[in-house]
């Protein structure tokens, strides 16, 4: 079985200030993770990726996550917002125990919200 | 972007009446989603499918029905439409596992469904 917990539902921050966004997960088998962005009224976009390469990933438009699996967490920060990060961020977890049955399975959201 | 494309993009329909919304493919990937999302609960995975004519339940599956006939194409059937699965339905697809990772899924733009 496999989960993610988003430990913020809505997180503010001004222009130019930093951004945190908390995701930990759950599985029995070794993950994948993911966030992805959802701006309103549209789809979801992918924003970076861990596959077990590197534990530090960089993704698109300034964001990056640290896969920790002590702490089993893949936070997802960035260093100054921009009016254009307001949006719903969304972790993910994939894993795979064999067999067909490949599923991703979405934490419940973290609306970030950037004040100017 | 992934072609995938979702029809239709909107519907309205009334309580009772069978709905069947529509997924298809360009990319020729094995795996095929169909989620929900509504406020509050992130994306929920409804079934999907791993093959032509292999599908499977996913954590919201009740009152939905799947068909996949051709690997380019993923049905997703309300038998009886309520007003319970007024929503935003998602078609995602994936090429699964690739030796030790998983990979992302690509989205289709929604279909906004209101159930009367």
């Known amino acids: 079985a496999q989960s993610v917990t988003q430990l913020d539902s809505h997180v503010s921050v001004s222009e130019g200030t930093p951004v945190l966004l908390r995701c930990n997960y759950s599985?029995?088998?070794?993950?994948?993770l993911f966030w992805y962005v959802q701006h309103p009224n549209k789809g979801l976009q992918l924003l970076l990726k861990?596959?077990?390469?590197?534990?530090l990933v960089k993704g698109i438009n300034g964001f990056e996550a640290e896969f920790k699996k002590s702490e089993t967490s893949f936070h997802l920060t960035k260093p100054s917002a921009h009016m254009s990060d307001a949006a719903e961020y969304f972790c993910?977890?994939?894993?795979?125990?064999?067999?067909?049955?490949?599923?991703?399975?979405f934490g419940k959201g973290t609306l970030l919200t950037v004040n100017p | 972007d992934a072609g995938i494309t979702q029809s239709p993009r909107h519907k309205v329909t009334e309580t009772g009446t069978p709905v069947t919304l529509r997924c298809h493919q360009t990319?020729?990937?094995?795996?095929m989603y169909w989620y929900r999302q509504d406020p509050g609960h992130g994306l929920r995975l409804i079934h999907y499918?791993?093959?032509?004519?292999?599908?499977d339940k996913g954590e919201v599956s009740d009152g939905y029905s799947v068909s996949r006939s051709k690997t380019e194409d993923f049905l997703l059937t309300l038998e009886s439409a309520t007003s319970s699965q007024t929503s935003v339905y998602f078609c995602?697809?994936?090429?699964?596992?690739?030796?030790?990772?998983?990979?992302?899924?690509?989205f289709g733009q929604g279909t906004r469904l209101t159930v009367v």
């Open positions: 995602a697809i994936s090429r699964g596992f690739r030796g030790r990772s998983g990979t992302e899924a690509f």
């Open positions: 599985s029995s088998y070794s993950p994948s």
């Open positions: 861990y596959t077990s390469a590197a534990t």
């Open positions: 993910v977890v994939s894993s795979h125990s064999g067999g067909s049955n490949y599923k991703l399975t």
């Open positions: 990319e020729n990937h094995r795996y």
């Open positions: 499918s791993y093959g032509v004519k292999d599908t």
